[in-house]
Nanobody, 118 residues
Framework: QVQLVESGGGLVQAGGSLKLSCVAL????????WAWYRQAPGRQREFVAS???????TYADSVKGRFTVSRNNDKRTAALQMNSLKPEDTAVYYC????????????WGQGTQVTVSS
């Protein structure tokens, strides 16, 4: 049973930083693309960032210049460094993994809450 387990969420003041981590448990093959999504109350889940197998990142316009996505292929982990946080970044953050099945993101984490106070 493959599980994506996130950690690192919490409460932070505006302007602060948090680092989210995600590890793939029970999976020994390579992961094609890692991604981070978020969902704020009353809103649809939205794309935040992704990183390809070659390490090429993609960011939503709303987080460019503030967030950095990374991955460790050996450890099967991904991370999202979030700086200069804003209250509008408050959401549940999810990691997702695409193993190249052609079905989009095959695995999702359970989500971790990020709350940014003003």
């Amino acid at each position: 049973q493959v599980q994506l387990v996130e950690s690192g969420g919490g409460l932070v003041q505006a302007g602060g930083s948090l680092k989210l981590s995600c590890v793939a448990l029970g999976y020994t093959l390579s992961i094609n693309v890692w991604a981070w999504y978020r969902q704020a109350p009353g809103r649809q889940r939205e794309f935040v960032a992704s990183i390809s197998s070659s390490g090429a990142p993609t960011y939503a316009d709303s987080v460019k210049g503030r967030f950095t996505v990374s991955r460790n292929n050996d450890k099967r982990t991904a991370a999202l460094q979030m700086n200069s946080l804003k209250p509008e970044d408050t959401a549940v953050y999810y990691c997702a993994a695409d193993i190249g099945s052609g079905l989009g993101y095959d695995f999702w984490g359970q989500g971790t809450q990020v709350t940014v106070s003003s």
